[in-house]
């Protein structure tokens, strides 16, 4: 679990080292906040994503099922900063199992909460999904600003990262995959 005592000392200690003086008004409670912060933030990292799959049987469906434009929030590994975007998650089922909806939000968010890189997020929840279901293919696409290329660096806000995972057929049958992009993007 977090320690949360850490972090709060750990804070105190980047804002006298930046100059600042904890002990002012404004940053009295900053350690406490930022340590609750973390706590929320980093949840992924004290779950697995597995324990939230649920399995259903629907007789002979073996059509595209997709959820598109899952919010999400993560924290770059780089630089401790956000990455804020979207993902598309489309699979194919195998033999009528399918996957409860919102299960697909649910990995998406507990992936993304913990120090993480975007294109490992993709791969992970791709991969999750293919072993929980063993589907004919899965399609992970997230689209993200990074507030490390936003804020510092080459500082080019709006700037998006695009990331695809894909497995099974979606990766080897071009047709598939074409279809699969169409709708992600809308076409």
Do not use: W
Not at 38 to 58: C, N, S, T, W
Not at 74 to 98: M, N
Not at 166 to 183: F, N, P, Q, Y
Request: with cysteine.
């Amino acid at each position: 679990m977090v320690d949360k005592d850490r972090i709060k000392a750990a804070v105190r200690e980047i804002l006298e080292a930046i100059g600042e003086d904890p002990d002012r008004e404004g940053l009295v409670e900053t350690p406490d906040r930022v340590a609750r912060m973390y706590e929320e933030i980093f949840a992924g990292l004290h779950m697995d994503p597995r324990d939230v799959v649920k399995v259903f049987k629907e007789e002979n469906h073996e059509e595209m099922v997709m959820v598109k434009d899952i919010p999400l929030y993560s924290i770059c590994e780089h630089h401790l900063l956000p990455f804020v975007g979207s993902a598309s998650v489309v699979y194919l089922p195998r033999k009528g199992k399918v996957m409860g909806l919102s299960k697909l939000a649910r990995i998406v968010d507990i992936v993304a909460k913990k120090p993480q890189l975007q294109e490992r997020l993709s791969s992970q929840v791709a991969d999750i999904i293919m072993e929980a279901i063993d589907p004919l293919g899965v399609a992970v696409v997230i689209e993200a600003e990074h507030l490390c290329m936003t804020m510092r660096g080459i500082k080019k806000p709006g700037a998006k990262t695009v990331t695809s995972a894909l497995r099974g057929v979606i990766k080897t049958d071009s047709k598939t995959r074409a279809e699969v992009m169409s709708l992600i993007k809308g076409i």
